[in-house]
């Protein structure tokens, strides 16, 4: 629908056809999927002015977290950094997600840590999981360059 009474803003981001201009790149697939490749803005400029360089957080992040397949750190204007964080899902041979099946290699590291989840619903409402990624974002944090970098 746009950005609530800030006209500017939704002309910026969704064009006259209605598409919404999010600043990923992607791709779809033969079966409809859309995959999210990259950026094409490959800096975050924070509310308070520091410019964030996401991909190496993300992929610090993955490096700690070993059944999480993907990372999207968002933050754009932002007082702080946050990020969307997925489980690796097994696929079918088509390629295409096995809803809440996780991937036999993302079910090793859960089960390394403690945690009894055959799911992803149960990964994500897991506290034993929770807690691992708290404390695996903190590491993260401990090797960012500066604070601003901080999730």
Same mark, same amino acid.
């Given at each position: ?17 209605g598409?919404?201009h999010? &600043?990923?790149? &992607? ?17 975050i ?17 993955k ?5 999480? #397949? ?11 950094? #946050?990020c ?6 097994e ?23 403690g #945690?009894k ?6 990964a994500?409402?897991c ?18 360059? #500066? ?5």
């Amino acid at each position: 629908m746009g950005y609530y009474k800030n006209e500017k803003a939704t002309r910026e981001t969704i064009d006259e056809l209605g598409y919404l201009h999010s &600043g990923d790149v &992607g791709k779809i697939d033969e079966n409809g999927n859309l995959f999210i490749t990259g950026r094409l803005k490959e800096l975050i400029i924070t509310a308070g002015g520091e410019n964030v360089a996401p991909v190496l957080i993300e992929n610090e992040i993955k490096e700690e977290l070993k059944f999480i #397949s993907n990372v999207m750190v968002v933050g754009d204007n932002r007082k702080f950094l #946050s990020c969307l964080l997925t489980f690796k899902h097994e696929l079918n041979k088509e390629g295409q997600l096995i809803p809440n099946k996780i991937l036999p290699e993302a079910k090793v590291h859960i089960e390394k840590i403690g #945690s009894k989840a055959n799911t992803i619903e149960e990964a994500i409402n897991c506290p034993v999981i929770r807690k691992f990624v708290d404390e695996g974002i903190a590491r993260a944090n401990k090797r960012a360059i #500066s604070k601003a970098q901080n999730i």
